[in-house]
């Protein structure tokens, strides 16, 4: 076990396609020395956003070596490894081991909806056999949910899992694992995987997290990391505002990760097409995304504005002020002339 908290922002890495629907080797070592060197703390592939049920275990694993070799020891690496069973997954874990991977990310059995004893059992064989430290990845949305005594329990009997990456979004399941966890294992992390939530989350005592958004404005993310983690909480908030405005049009306006690879395409990467086959309308309604995205993305510097240009943006608080003020001038300048 290494003495080496995972803390900060681990980027879910996204894998770009060559035409013939490959893995784009030379853009994918491209893109992971252009997240380093805009400042996230480590790498993140095969997750969700990384689409890791699209790919073979050999791509899987392609993947990672060829991160780990482009990444040279810069940042850490946790990588998933959640295979189809115990046995493939352990498999991973050996294989990822001997790259020097950081550590692991294990989602709990998908497809299944298992009891929490059944968590618990599957867990417990990979904790007990693991060589490489352990991440529990909380999905509920996607598989079998890890509860709070199920994740205290495995913290408190396998020195090798190490960690949690909640994908839930909720506050307070945080703050009931934290509760349960730190006293006896102060060395475990958590790490949120919802980028709606990352500057409450860590101020509630995550260490991090595993974030979408950090893939497209690996600025923005760090930013916000930096300035939670100092209590510059205005500045913060206003950093976190915009990014859920682009995270919930990355997610909710198109085919997860879509929103994310068209919005990588602006900063500049050939994602490629992926392999999850669209209709011709939401080919036309990804197009249309892609102006919404260059116009939130362009407000901060990180593209031009499409052609045609953005729509104004909706008055603020104090616009809106300023505005009233003007109206009640006139009004009263009317007033004064006998005209109303």
């Not at 689409?51 to 940042?75: H, M, S």
């Not at 059992?121 to 990845?137: M, N, R």
């Not at 079998?144 to 506050?171: F, H, M, N, W, Y």
């Not at 209709?279 to 901060?300: F, G, K, N, V």
Request: aromatic share 8%; glycine share 8%.
């Amino acid at each position: 076990m290494s003495d080496k908290r995972l803390q900060g922002i681990f980027t879910p890495n996204l894998v770009p396609y060559t035409a013939d629907g490959g893995i784009n080797e030379g853009e994918l070592r491209r893109y992971v020395d252009w997240l380093i060197e805009r400042g996230v703390h480590g790498l993140y592939p095969n997750g969700s956003t990384g689409e890791f049920t699209r790919f073979t275990p050999e791509e899987r694993r392609r993947i990672v070596a060829i991160i780990a070799d482009q990444t040279a020891g810069r940042v850490p690496i946790l990588a998933g490894a959640a295979e189809a069973n115990v046995r493939e997954t352990l498999s991973a874990c050996e294989y990822y081991a001997s790259l020097g991977i950081r550590a692991v990310a294990i989602v709990a059995p998908f497809y299944y909806k298992l009891s929490p004893a059944s968590v618990y059992a599957y867990f417990k064989e990979i904790g007990d056999h693991t060589p490489i430290d352990v991440t529990l990845y909380n999905i509920p949305m996607f598989a079998s949910p890890i509860d709070v005594p199920t994740i205290q329990r495995l913290s408190e009997e396998c020195e090798r899992i190490v960690a949690i990456k909640d994908s839930s979004g909720e506050i307070p399941h945080m703050i009931r694992m934290i509760q349960a966890v730190r006293p006896n294992r102060p060395d475990f992390s958590f790490l949120t995987g919802w980028d709606a939530a990352l500057m409450p989350m860590i101020l509630v005592g995550c260490d991090g997290g595993t974030n979408a958004s950090s893939g497209v404005v690996p600025e923005l993310t760090r930013r916000l990391y930096d300035l939670t983690r100092s209590h510059q909480i205005d500045a913060a908030r206003q950093i976190q505002y915009d990014l859920v405005q682009l995270f919930d049009t990355m997610i909710y306006s198109a085919e997860f990760p879509e929103g994310f690879r068209a919005a990588v395409n602006l900063r500049g990467f050939n994602m490629g097409q992926g392999r999850q086959p669209l209709s011709s309308e939401q080919q036309t309604d990804l197009s249309a995304l892609s102006s919404e995205l260059q116009c939130l993305l362009s407000a901060h510097g990180f593209t031009d504005q499409p052609v045609g240009g953005c729509p104004a943006a909706p008055p603020t608080a104090s616009d809106r002020a300023e505005v009233s003020a003007i109206v009640q001038q006139v009004v009263a300048e009317l007033n004064r002339r006998g005209l109303m």
